[in-house]
């Protein structure tokens, strides 16, 4: 019994005294908070949060542009009209031919240039193929840009129309293949026709569809197309 009731006086020791030492840890952290202005609930450690950081070419000024393009060219909710012609882009842009294709530049491991023949607007099956890879390599972007253009030769009419054709070859192969009630809000038109942001022959180094037959005429009958990694 003697034995049992020192026991009970020496678990009772310890439970006070860990008491005591709980009680001066919250006073100390208060008294802590109070100096420093750290709430208890700030003070709490933090969950993780994955960082949802943009691509690289993300800039200030690409992002201008993609808005006012999104918001012009169809993709937008409010969006009445289907894609964007030459003179629109050179009025939404704002900057020079050279300054569009620096825009892009960024994209060339993302981006894919489908090429066609000369006064075509079918796609062949490399162009198909590569059209399907882009859109299922989506990795939660937003928008796929589909922008269609034409070689030098041959009217400025005629080459306007040939890009718009080309561009509607890519979006009709993709409502085919992938049906979804919004592809409206996720892919944008853009047809250049040979009147503005012509590619230069270093564009058939990136991804294109006939890298042997690439030449300067060759790579602008073509589309370029990819998903945009930014958020606006």
Known sequence: MKSAGIISMVA???????????VRSEVGAASKRLKTGITA?????KAAVADDAEAKYCTPEFKTVLARVIHACGLSAQGGRRGCQ??????LASI???????????????????????????????????????????KGARYF???????????VDLNRKLSHKRANSVLFHIQDRFPDPELDQKVGLLWLGK??????????EWSVT??????ADAI??????????CQL
């Not at 009772?12 to 709980?22: D, E, H, I, P, Q």
């Not at 030459?86 to 009025?91: G, L, Y």
């Not at 602008?220 to 990694?229: H, P």
């Open 195 to 204: 009147e503005f942001a012509q590619l230069g022959k270093e564009y058939c």
């Open 86 to 91: 030459p003179a629109d882009v050179k009025s």
């Open 41 to 45: 609930e700030a003070a709490k450690p």
């Open 12 to 22: 009772g020791g310890v439970l006070l005294g860990g008491s005591a030492y709980a």
């Open 96 to 138: 020079s031919d050279q300054e569009f294709n620096e825009l892009f530049t960024p994209l060339k491991e993302r981006a894919v240039v489908v090429m066609f023949d000369d006064g075509s607007d079918v796609l062949d099956q490399a162009g198909k193929a590569l059209v399907e890879e882009r859109w299922l390599d989506r």
């Open 210 to 215: 006939r890298p042997k037959g690439c030449t």
């Open 145 to 155: 840009f589909v922008v269609a253009r034409a070689s030098p030769s041959g009217s």
């Open 220 to 229: 602008n009958r073509s589309a370029f197309v990819s998903w945009v990694d």
